[in-house]
Structure formats: C-alpha cells, structure tokens
Antibody, heavy 121, light 110 residues
Framework: EVQLVESGGDLVQPGGSLRLSCATSGFTFNSYEMNWVRQAPGKGLEWVSYISSSGNTIYFADSVKGRFTISRDNTKNSLYLQMNSLRAEDTAIYYC??????????????WGQGTLVTVSS | QSALTQPASVSGSPGQSITISCTGTSSDIGAYNSVSWYQQHPGKAPKLMIYDVNNRPSGVSIRFSGSKSGNTASLTISGLQAEDEADYFCSSYTSSSTLVFGGGTKLTVL
C-alpha cells in the first residue's frame, strides 16, 4: 500500500523558516517524481514544487521561487521542503504527492494527509 | 500562471448526472492531454479520479468520466450518489513545466 506521511508543520513567525518532511513507503521511491502541493484554509489547491526521481530536475511555483527548496533522500525514501522567509500567505496545509509514473505531466496519483503550516506573529 | 477556472458550485439529485467544467488556456489545457480531476472530502486528502483527460485509475467508479474540447475540460458524474458530495479540482500540465489547478467546485447532492 502506498503511504505518504508529512510532518514538520508548525506555527512560525513571518520571516521564519521551517522544514517539512514526507516519509514514504509501499513503492520504489527512487523511481518516482514527487510534488509538494498546498491548500490555504478554505481555498483551492496550489502546486508548489516538483523534483525528479534523481533530484536533478527541480521546478518551483513563482510564488515560492527563491524562498523554498525541495530535496529528497532516496536512501531514506523521504522528500523534503525547506521553507525560508515565510509570509502570512504561505499559511496552508502542505501535501506531499507522488507524480503518476510515465505521465511526463506532473500529475499526482497518491497524496499524503498533509501538514499544517501557520505563519503568524 | 493563473488558476484554471471552475464553477464554484454545482448540485444535482441522486441518480442524475452533473458536469463540472474547467477552463484554461492554449498554454495548459489546450496544449496537453494532461488534465486530471481530484475528489476531496472535508478534512481529507485529494483522491485522483481521472487522469490524462479521460482515464480512470483502478478502483474509481465508471460513473466518473472526463472529456476535453479546446481549452476546456469537463468531468461528468452520472448516477449521482450521496457519497459523491465533495469538492472537485482539475489540474493541467503547462508549457512552463509547472502544474496548475482549478479553484475547485463544491458538489452538493440534493
């Protein structure tokens, strides 16, 4: 069974930093591309970042470019999102999502339950 | 990249069919057959219902179907059931190598 479990969400002050983790199991992690997607309270989904299976290719949404970093550790079957210079508008549930294989389109097939990040003073 | 446009809400009675539209541009929906649809119940993670415009993952009911014409994709749910009541989101790959989502549609089963 595919499982994605996010952690690391917290209350942080504007300008602060946070590192999110996503522990995976039930599939060959090093063969899959991954995404981070977020959802502000009561709002829609917003794609945040993508990383290829090897970690060599990375994309970011314009809203987080230069502030967020995505990485992965294929030896630990884990995905990470380093968030710096956090703003109130970054407040959201952050989901780790697996990219559907062979899609070439960043579309997600499995999602974690999410971790809540709140940016407030 | 602007979000794809979905109606805020749709409704239907049990047994009826409903269609949710998702409008983008020639740089996303119009350019690729990479539209996906997700179902999200309150407090839950999104679930993939349709991928690549009109394909259903294993385990998804045949009552769910997708289509595309030009820059607009559609999700149709036939034989509405109470458990279909949820939020639905579309997504598309874009020419900027990003993923864009729709704003979401709340489906109410009357």
């Amino acid at each position: 069974e595919v499982q994605l479990v996010e952690s690391g969400g917290d209350l942080v002050q504007p300008g602060g930093s946070l590192r999110l983790s996503c522990a995976t199991s039930g599939f060959t992690f090093n063969s899959y591309e991954m995404n981070w997607v977020r959802q502000a309270p009561g709002k829609g989904l917003e794609w945040v970042s993508y990383i290829s299976s090897s970690g060599n290719t990375i994309y970011f949404a314009d809203s987080v470019k230069g502030r967020f970093t995505i990485s992965r550790d294929n030896t630990k079957n884990s995905l990470y999102l380093q968030m710096n210079s956090l703003r109130a508008e970054d407040t959201a549930i952050y989901y780790c999502a697996r990219v559907r294989p062979y899609s070439g389109s960043l579309g997600c097939d499995y999602w974690g339950q999410g971790t809540l990040v709140t940016v407030s003073s | 990249q602007s979000a794809l446009t979905q109606p805020a809400s749709v409704s239907g009675s049990p047994g009826q069919s409903i269609t949710i539209s998702c409008t983008g541009t020639s740089s996303d929906i119009g350019a690729y057959n990479s539209v996906s649809w997700y179902q999200q119940h309150p407090g839950k993670a999104p679930k993939l219902m349709i991928y690549d415009v009109n394909n259903r993952p294993s385990g998804v009911s045949i009552r769910f179907s997708g289509s595309k014409s030009g820059n607009t994709a559609s999700l149709t749910i036939s034989g509405l059931q109470a458990e279909d009541e949820a939020d639905y989101f579309c997504s598309s790959y874009t020419s900027s190598s990003t993923l864009v989502f729709g704003g979401g549609t709340k489906l109410t089963v009357l």
